[in-house]
């Protein structure tokens, strides 16, 4: 007797195995991560350096150089282009601020927190 859905029971797919309940899986994995965010949101005050008064709050960091090349202001952008980098579970029931600039970067729900808009994210390990 043949099944229509036949599956090696010892080594089902991976997304299969994805799409199961947590405790139901093969072996129990959870669903939950941690998060490397690469901070987008470097803010420099321009004040040091001869333009009083000058934010510039760099969103994206390869824009940003091409940005500062383009006004001719190459000699910043080694200390424009300072990266922070956050670890954070993906399902934080806390606020996560930046630490540089106090923005935040994520906000807790019901289960996964959900990310600010511009922040990138990466699982750890990958």
């Known amino acids: 007797m043949v099944l229509q859905n036949d599956i090696d029971l010892l080594n089902p797919p991976a997304e299969l195995e994805k799409k199961k309940h947590k405790l139901k899986r093969l072996v129990q994995s959870p669903n939950s991560f941690f998060m490397c965010k690469n901070l987008k949101c470097v803010r420099i005050l321009m004040g040091d350096m001869g333009i009083s008064g000058f934010v510039v709050e760099l969103c994206n960091q390869m824009r940003s150089a091409?940005?500062?090349?383009?006004?001719?202001?190459?000699?910043?952008?080694?200390?424009?282009l300072g990266r922070k980098i956050t670890t954070v579970f993906s399902?934080?029931?806390?606020?996560?601020?930046?630490?540089?600039?106090?923005?935040?970067?994520?906000?807790?729900t019901g289960g996964r927190a959900r990310l600010t808009e511009g922040c990138s994210f990466r699982r750890k390990g990958d």
Do not use: F, R, Y
Not at 72 to 78: Q, S
Not at 94 to 105: I, R
């Open 66 to 80: 091409i940005a500062l090349q383009m006004w001719g202001w190459t000699w910043i952008i080694k200390e424009a």
């Open 91 to 108: 399902h934080s029931q806390t606020v996560v601020v930046c630490g540089n600039c106090q923005t935040v970067l994520c906000q807790p």
